[in-house]
């Protein structure tokens, strides 16, 4: 298996299920194109991630892209701190989408799905949203928090895959290797 992904997140969710891989990432443009929904979005750029690496035949390539949706708009990693403190403001008492497109290749099979994960944010005060961004965990998360580190203080519930919040819907995953085995 190989993942197309440099995050962290990712390779220990994959590590945890108890799957053997190596990471070879793909750098592809993230940029949405006009007018393009949340989920052809997500979905989009983890094909294009499982086509930009080359694989050996009896290789399987897993891909992904996940990002934080909020009244239709999409929210990526925050440009800088200014940027993180307006996402998380957004969110403040909402409940958001979380999507990630997945996609796995396998010679010419090719098994692509979007997972959702609806997730409620409890009300943050300034000082919250302050303190959080001071922290530096905002600044590479789609929507500006992990749910797995300190942003966890601030989850009420979710309804859906927790591993798909953060970043990889490993039943996703698991279901498309053994239908592309």
């Known amino acids: 298996m190989v993942l197309a992904s440099r995050s962290p997140r990712r390779a220990e969710l994959l590590r945890a299920a108890g799957f053997d891989f190596v990471v070879r990432a793909a750098d592809v443009d993230e940029t949405p194109r006009q007018n393009e929904n ?23 390539v ?48 090719t098994h692509a799905e979007v997972a959702s994960t609806s997730v409620w944010f409890a009300p943050l005060t300034e000082d919250r949203i302050e303190w959080y961004v001071r922290s530096g965990e905002p600044m590479d998360k789609a929507g500006a ?33 053994l239908a592309l085995a």
């Open 62 to 109: 897993v891909a992904a892209d996940t990002t934080v949706v909020l009244g239709g708009e999409v929210m990526g990693k925050p440009v800088d701190a200014s940027d993180a403190a307006r996402m998380l403001r957004a969110l403040s008492g909402q409940r958001h989408e979380v999507l990630t497109g997945v996609c796995l290749k396998r010679g010419s099979l």
């Open 145 to 177: 928090y992990a749910i797995q580190g300190l942003a966890s203080r601030f989850i009420d519930r979710i309804d859906g895959s927790y591993a798909n919040v953060v970043g990889l819907p490993i039943s996703v995953v698991a279901r498309a290797v």
């Open 38 to 60: 949340p989920r052809d979005y997500v979905l989009r750029l983890a094909i294009e991630k499982a086509s930009a690496v080359e694989l050996r035949d009896d290789e399987i």
